[in-house]
């Protein structure tokens, strides 16, 4: 029995048992069970406690049974059946930009947010050159199968010491058109690369691909991992530029898209900034080396998106200046099950609140780039720091259930 005890330990021991629904990541996993790369995340690559999590969750009546939007390839419009979609129920961003009601999408006056999406990839080296150069922190919203594939890259970013790792899925495909199941496998296992090749650290933000999100998606993301999603109140759509001079949308532009920051740093700081940025090419980089230079000249205050609230970092580290604390992950997790089942309602506002409720549409119409409706800020350290006084506990702290389901990982 010590012998299991000490592996579920190795291990990590932070399992799912049945009153919990929450899942937490370990670190330093064997990297050969990844899913295969940049394809959906089938449910038979996704670990059975994680299954057993979401059915748990499920049967708590913590996912509401919400369709999954249906993708017209065609068009790259997505769809709900029977027409819901724009209902507070299923609070679809793609359809009406609603938020739920823990959702960040806009920083505190004054604050820009620095964040890029859909990295690692091979033109990521001269951002993180630059990043470096100028000692700024930045949240990436990684690609899981990109951290794989792009490892070289990956480690550059860890390297600088100052970077903020976040969730941006899998195989980057639109989550309301996924099962629960999948939905799973993407949070799951992009996690599970950003901690196993960041020396251990576990991301709690994540960022839905094309913004495409609702109250299901949110739901899982929430209950099942303590994620807080993050969308942006501004567009840049610099994904559409290629680094030979042009655009692959037809309606924008490059003059067009190079020129949209300027408007927003020099405007009102109110509320303040996450603007959707990508580091894809060099070309959609290059607008954010452009007017970086400027925003202290401008009066911005600069940083990560957890530095917007105050918020920690990681999961299982207050900063990239902490080492990752398995310890304080496991604390985590025995407090989960009391704490899960109000995931979504023990929010500690720190920064910009506005009337913005779950369910609430936004007020913009239409463009995603033009969304401003507020809402609260995501849950931040209550939900980390409520198991710091266990998280020193040893043996007698790990259940039968953990050790069991540790072993079942590792096998
Ligand atoms: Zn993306």
């Known amino acids: 029995m010590l012998k299991f005890l000490t592996l579920a330990l190795l291990a990590g021991s932070a399992m799912a048992t049945p009153s919990s629904f929450r899942v937490e990541i ?6 050969s069970k990844y899913p295969p790369v940049l394809e959906v995340v089938d449910q038979a690559h996704v670990p059975k406690e994680w299954l057993d999590a979401l059915k748990t969750a499920v049967s708590a009546g913590k996912i509401p049974d919400i369709p999954a939007s249906v993708l017209d390839k065609a068009t790259g419009v997505n769809t709900y059946p029977n027409g ?32 890029f999406d859909d990295g690692p990839t091979t033109n990521s080296d001269s951002l993180y050159d630059f990043l470096g150069q100028n000692s700024q922190s930045a949240t990436h919203f990684m690609i899981g199968s990109n951290v794989v594939q792009n490892a070289a890259q990956f480690k550059k970013a860890v390297d600088l010491g100052n970077q903020h790792f976040a969730v941006h899925t899998w195989s980057h495909n ?41 109250n299901r998606v949110r739901a899982i993301a929430e209950e099942v991992f303590g994620l807080t999603s993050v969308i942006w109140n501004k567009d840049t759509d610099d994904w559409c530029l ?20 300027k408007p927003w740093i020099t405007g009102p700081k109110s509320p303040g900034l996450i603007i959707l940025e990508h580091e894809l090419t060099h070309a959609s980089i290059d607008i954010f080396k452009g ?21 920690e970092w990681y999961k299982n580290a207050a900063d990239s200046k902490a080492k990752p604390d398995d310890r304080k992950l496991l604390g985590a997790y025995q407090s989960a099950a009391p704490a899960a089942a109000s995931s979504t309602s023990s929010a500690a506002p720190a920064a910009k609140t506005s009337s913005g409720a779950s369910g609430q549409a936004a007020s913009s119409s239409g463009a995603a780039s033009a969304a401003k409706s507020g809402s609260t800020q995501p849950a931040t350290k209550s939900n980390q720091t409520s198991g710091a006084a266990s998280s020193t506990t040893g043996l007698g702290m790990v259940s039968l259930a953990a050790v069991v389901g540790g072993l079942a990982y590792l096998l």
Do not use: F
């Not at 370990?26 to 990297?31: A, G, K, L, S």
């Open 174 to 214: 639109l989550m309301t058109t996924l099962t629960n199941e999948q939905i799973v496998g993407e949070l799951g296992w992009t996690m599970q690369a950003i901690a196993d090749q960041s020396g251990g650290y576990i991301p709690r933000y994540w960022r839905p691909p094309q913004g495409d999100i609702d």
């Open 291 to 311: 007017y970086y230079p400027d925003l202290k000249g401008l009066g911005w205050d600069a940083m990560n998106i957890a530095q917007l609230s105050g918020a």
């Open 242 to 261: 290629d680094d030979q001079g042009g655009s692959s949308c037809s309606d924008e532009q490059p003059d067009k898209i190079k020129g949209s920051v």
């Open 84 to 115: 819901v979609g724009t209902d507070p129920k299923t609070c679809s961003w793609t359809i009406n930009q609603c938020y739920g009601k823990n959702e960040l999408h806009e920083a505190p006056d004054g604050k820009i947010a620095v964040n």
């Open 26 to 31: 370990r670190p330093r996993q064997d990297t």
